[in-house]
């Protein structure tokens, strides 16, 4: 068997271990409490302020709900496969080398599908509510909107490699806390434009059991380029300036 073919049936049998099923468990746990979480936010809103779509409120409800579920979410997960609860962590992560392809793709699959259950379960329980769904405001076009969301996720993950840097100390609360703020900021900074989603998943599942996927390539592409860009950015250049600081530093 050549060497590249053993490598890859090895990193195979690595994404199907105990732990890496746990981790499978965890994500789709964390992700449909996610999902859950923030998707009820929007409803509660609208059936709090029938037209919410101009009341400002609402937009400090989903903001401060996506804060809050995010945080508590990263905080039960994080020790177990890392708290990703978005496919474009995920894909950062690969693309970076920490996690293999295929636990990517199974981190995927997990995510995917908690996200479609967290939302069939609102549908199904909240009788007379459509599910809503991340929609592009008039003032904004596909590629805007587009831009707009992989600004947004680049701050997120920069973020999230920032509060997992091994170099600042093990994760805190205040790092999780910090990751949580930072989702709900950029809620409150897009969305009356883009809806700000940041997290292909959440967009997925929504559209997903309301049955339209118009504009899905929006909450795709650009949070997948601005995730990536955001992980090889951090490993790549604010690592090695900061290693020859240091070297600079003891004159050498």
């Known amino acids: 068997m050549a060497p590249s073919s053993v490598t890859v049936t090895s990193r195979f049998h690595e994404s199907v271990t105990r732990n890496a099923l746990r981790s499978y468990l965890s994500e789709f746990i964390s992700t449909f409490f996610y999902v859950f979480l923030v998707i009820g936010a929007g409803m509660s809103s609208r059936k ?3 037209d919410a779509s101009l009341n400002p409120t609402s937009l400090v ?3 401060i709900g996506s804060a809050f579920a995010l945080s508590s979410v990263l905080y039960i ?3 177990i496969s890392g708290g990703h609860v978005n496919p474009a962590v995920t894909f950062a992560m690969a693309v970076g080398g920490h996690i293999s392809v295929p636990t990517a793709l199974f981190y995927w699959v997990a995510q995917l599908i908690a996200s479609v259950m967290a939302c069939l379960v609102l549908r199904v329980i909240v ?3 459509h599910v809503p769904t991340y929609t592009i405001a008039e003032e904004m076009t596909g590629f805007g909107a587009s831009v ?4 947004l996720t680049f701050v997120l993950v920069y973020t999230v490699y920032a509060a997992r840097d091994p170099r600042r100390g093990p994760m805190s609360s205040t790092g999780i806390l910090v990751v949580g703020l930072i989702a709900g900021a950029s809620v409150l900074a897009s969305g009356p434009f883009s809806g700000g989603s940041m997290n ?3 967009a997925f599942g929504s559209a997903a059991i309301a049955g339209s996927f118009r504009n899905q390539a ?3 592409v ?3 380029i601005g995730a990536t860009i955001a992980g090889l950015l951090y490993d790549n250049v604010l690592f090695r300036s900061q290693l020859t600081d240091s070297i600079q530093g003891i004159g050498v």
């Open 61 to 63: 409800v989903v903001g």
């Open 218 to 220: 929006v909450y795709w």
């Open 48 to 50: 709090l302020m029938p």
């Open 200 to 202: 292909p998943a959440c």
């Open 148 to 151: 707009l969301e992989g600004t």
């Open 77 to 79: 997960a994080w020790d």
């Open 222 to 224: 650009g949070p997948l």
């Open 127 to 129: 009788v007379g509510m």
